[in-house]
T-cell receptor
Framework: DQQVKQNSPSLSVQEGRISILNCDYT??????FLWYKKYPAEGPTFLIS?????DKNEDGRFTVFLNKSAKHLSLHIVPSQPGDSAVYFC???????????FGKGTRLHILP | GAVVSQHPSRVICKSGTSVKIECRSL??????MFWYRQFPKKSLMLMAT?????????EQGVEKDKFLINHASLTLSTLTVTSAHPEDSSFYIC?????????????FGDGTRLSIL
């Protein structure tokens, strides 16, 4: 059973517009959430994270929103740029547990 | 499909011991496997990339003689932590890729929690 779900395998967004990537989780013990970005033939690179005590974290063009009651988080990228084309992984870890549970990823295509 | 099995899931051993971690692609052939290390509440750190039949490519700052990686077949890569010390305690995770072509998904194992006493 998937504990972290990214239900959209791919997403296409026009350059300059906002990209919104969604993630749902089932384990109420998760208290720390991360987004990773991955280019082809490279390992995932850390993008942004959020603790469960917050509902929003912003870093430049990237903002992560957390809705604990809905067990949902989203990553907003604005404005979207061609270099943002990549696979984005949502991940979560539980209280007192080092293990990260990843979603299966969403491939983002930024269209010119 | 696309299952990656990592074994063991947890290891507790004494300082000075060498520990081998296996990463297997169960239902596909993995031309490339990645080894990561994760510290508590921190980002995943890529340690090395291994391609079947060739030497692994290590990231900067990763000791090659400390972390031996072997990718002997298209379904198996191993990471051996040699003469492990408490500072090597961490969470190690592998992932596998089906092809060297672009836009191929990477499939992760469930990780190995290594504790050195």
């Amino acid at each position: 059973d998937q504990q972290v779900k990214q239900n959209s395998p791919s997403l296409s967004v026009q350059e300059g517009r906002i990209s919104i990537l969604n993630c749902d989780y089932t384990n109420s013990m998760f208290d720390y959430f991360l987004w990773y970005k991955k280019y082809p033939a490279e390992g995932p690179t850390f993008l942004i994270s959020i603790s469960s005590i917050k509902d929003k974290n912003e870093d430049g063009r990237f903002t992560v929103f957390l809705n604990k009651s809905a067990k949902h988080l989203s990553l907003h990228i604005v404005p979207s740029q061609p270099g943002d084309s990549a696979v984005y992984f949502c991940a979560a870890s539980a209280i007192r547990d080092d293990k990260i549970i990843f979603g299966k990823g969403t491939r983002l295509h930024i269209l010119p | 499909g696309a299952v990656v099995s990592q074994h063991p899931s947890r290891v507790i051993c004494k300082s000075g011991t060498s520990v081998k971690i296996e990463c297997r692609s169960l239902d596909f052939q993995a031309t490339t496997m990645f080894w990561y290390r994760q510290f508590p509440k921190k980002s995943l750190m890529l340690m090395a990339t291994s391609n079947e039949g060739s030497k692994a490519t290590y990231e900067q700052g990763v000791e090659k003689d400390k972390f031996l990686i072997n990718h002997a077949s298209l379904t198996l890569s191993t990471l051996t932590v040699t003469s492990a010390h408490p500072e090597d305690s961490s969470f190690y995770i592998c992932s596998a890729q089906t092809s060297s072509r672009v836009n191929q998904p990477q499939h992760f194992g469930d990780g190995t929690r290594l504790s050195i006493l």
